[in-house]
């Protein structure tokens, strides 16, 4: 993306990572909204991962925690994220450089941030 490009909006990131992933064979899913700390107990990836047969699916995944004390301490918080969310299985041989081309997909440039793996 150039200096003079506007920059990217979440739809058009979102739409971006649909398109990237579909075209690798994905189901993009709809999203699955119910109060968890993260996208893996969604249906489409935690009761397909389970099992021996190849299942691709991508989705964004609203996750809301209202009761994340992190944030401040108002009580009446609402916090909702939004996670992306790949399950390739089997995993393909390329899947890290499949990830980091996503990222190009959606507007990302590898030259202007450090992108890495890091390992804890």
Known sequence: ?????????????ILALE???????????????????AGTFNPASFLRSLG???WRVAYVEPSRRPK??????????FQQFFQY???LKPAPSDVVDAYFQ????MGLDPLQHDLRLVED
Do not use: K, T
């Not at 993306?1 to 990131?13: I, K, V």
């Not at 398109?19 to 700390?37: H, K, N, T």
């Open 68 to 77: 994340d004390g992190r944030y401040g301490e108002n009580p009446n918080r």
């Open 85 to 87: 969310q790949v399950l």
């Open 52 to 54: 021996p047969e190849p």
């Open 19 to 37: 398109q990237f992933w579909a075209d690798r064979g994905c189901v993009i899913q709809q999203p699955y909204s119910s109060e968890v700390g």
């Open 1 to 13: 993306m150039s200096a003079s490009e506007p920059r990217r909006s979440l739809q058009h990131m």
């Open 102 to 105: 996503s990222l190009a997909a």
